[in-house]
């Protein structure tokens, strides 16, 4: 992107978390929460939860934590999920649709609007409940469908034309699924998601049997 973000992407994630688990204790009826306590719940440290605030303003009140709404809230608008997002997601294969049925993106204001293959037979049908669209006509759906975000879940070798589509018809931020480099343009943002790269990770640490 040009520049650096006014909030680095880091702290970003981070604000995420907090925002979750500030959403399951609001449901759980907890009205405050120390920076101790989420350390605790999220594993985040204390001193790197208060850091993250401060930046935002005086949050907190000493000796009591802060209220769980007014900082769900208040991330919520630095987030921007205060409102609407909408999603276009391009793969209409498992993976694809799971992401378009899974019910949490609402609890997140995120919307799915369009769900795209390329594959002649899904194209025309409804699967998780939206009609699956020729990806070809993807740059020109995409600003009516009102939708900037765009998660990938293609093959590794439809990745980029994916991508190019999506960049485009206006969308700037992706988040790729897919298990290959996406290249973009200096204004917009890719978030890789690997599964395997993830597991692999995780087979490194396992015992030997």
């Given at each position: 992107?040009?520049?650096?973000?006014?909030?680095?992407?880091?702290?970003?994630?981070?604000?995420?978390?907090y925002y979750s688990l500030l959403r399951e204790a609001e449901e759980a009826g907890v009205e405050t929460l120390n920076s101790a306590r989420i350390e605790g719940l999220s594993?985040?440290?204390?001193?790197?939860?208060?850091?993250?605030?401060?930046?935002?303003?005086?949050?907190?009140?000493?000796?009591?934590?802060?209220?769980?709404?007014?900082?769900?809230?208040?991330?919520?608008?630095?987030?921007?999920?205060?409102?609407?997002?909408?999603?276009?997601?391009?793969?209409?294969?498992?993976?694809?649709?799971?992401?378009?049925?899974?019910?949490?993106?609402?609890?997140?204001?995120?919307?799915?609007?369009?769900?795209?293959?390329?594959?002649?037979?899904?194209?025309?049908?409804?699967?998780?409940?939206?009609?699956?669209?020729?990806?070809?006509?993807?740059?020109?759906?995409?600003?009516?469908?009102?939708?900037?975000?765009?998660?990938?879940?293609?093959?590794?070798?439809?990745?980029?034309?994916?991508?190019?589509?999506?960049?485009?018809?206006?969308?700037?931020?992706?988040?790729?699924?897919?298990?290959?480099?996406?290249?973009?343009?200096?204004?917009?943002?890719?978030?890789?998601?690997?599964?395997?790269?993830?597991?692999?990770?995780?087979?490194?640490?396992?015992?030997?049997?």
């Amino acid at each position: 992107m040009n520049g650096q973000p006014k909030v680095p992407v880091p702290t970003l994630a981070r604000l995420a978390t907090y925002y979750s688990l500030l959403r399951e204790a609001e449901e759980a009826g907890v009205e405050t929460l120390n920076s101790a306590r989420i350390e605790g719940l999220s594993g985040i440290a204390a001193t790197q939860i208060r850091k993250d605030l401060s930046r935002f303003g005086e949050l907190g009140k000493p000796g009591v934590g802060y209220n769980v709404s007014e900082l769900r809230e208040h991330i919520g608008k630095i987030l921007k999920l205060d409102r609407v997002q909408h999603v276009v997601i391009i793969g209409a294969g498992r993976l694809g649709q799971a992401l378009a049925a899974y019910p949490g993106l609402a609890d997140y204001s995120f919307e799915v609007v369009g769900l795209f293959d390329s594959d002649a037979k899904k194209i025309g049908k409804t699967l998780s409940g939206h009609l699956v669209r020729d990806v070809a006509t993807l740059s020109k759906s995409l600003p009516g469908l009102g939708a900037r975000i765009v998660a990938i879940a293609v093959p590794a070798s439809s990745a980029q034309g994916a991508a190019d589509a999506a960049f485009a018809g206006g969308a700037r931020w992706l988040l790729n699924f897919s298990p290959t480099h996406i290249k973009s343009p200096a204004d917009c943002l890719v978030r890789d998601v690997s599964f395997t790269q993830e597991f692999a990770v995780l087979a490194h640490y396992s015992e030997d049997k």
